[in-house]
C-alpha cells in the first residue's frame, strides 16, 4: 500500500517562508505526476503544483511564482518551497501521488 509522508507544516508570518517535503514509501519515479494541494476552512481541496516524472511542472495561476515544487533523488522526496506567504496561503497542504493517494496533510498557518 502507498503511504506518503508530509512534513514541513507550521506557523510562519506574513512575507514569510516554508518547506514542505512528501516521502513516498516507494520510489518518486514510481508515479507518473506527484503533486501538492491545498484545502482552507470552507473551501475546496485546490491544486497547488504537480511535477510529473519527466520533471515537468505545473502551477496554479493564483501563486504568482511564490511557490516551487521540486524533487530530489537522493532523498526520494518531492518538496514545495513557499515564498512570500499570505494569510490566504493558510490551509491543509496535502501530498498526492497519481490523483490517487493522499498523505494525511500538514498543516500550514500564515499569521502575524
Known amino acids: 500500500q502507498v503511504q506518503l509522508l508530509e512534513s514541513g507544516g507550521g506557523l510562519v508570518q506574513p512575507g514569510g517562508s516554508l518547506r514542505l517535503s512528501c516521502a513516498p514509501s516507494?520510489?518518486?519515479?514510481?508515479?507518473?505526476?506527484m503533486a501538492w494541494y491545498r484545502q482552507a476552512p470552507g473551501k475546496e481541496r485546490e491544486l497547488v503544483a504537480g511535477?510529473?516524472?519527466?520533471?515537468?511542472?505545473n502551477y496554479a495561476d493564483s501563486l504568482e511564482g511564490r511557490y516551487t515544487i521540486s524533487r530530489s533523488i537522493s532523498k526520494n522526496t518531492v518538496s514545495l518551497q513557499m515564498n512570500s506567504l499570505k494569510p490566504e496561503d493558510t490551509a491543509v497542504y496535502y501530498c498526492n501521488a497519481d490523483r490517487q493517494y493522499w498523505g494525511q496533510g500538514t498543516q500550514v498557518t500564515v499569521s502575524s
Open positions: 511535477i510529473t516524472r519527466s520533471g515537468s511542472t
Open positions: 516507494g520510489s518518486i519515479f514510481s508515479f507518473n505526476v
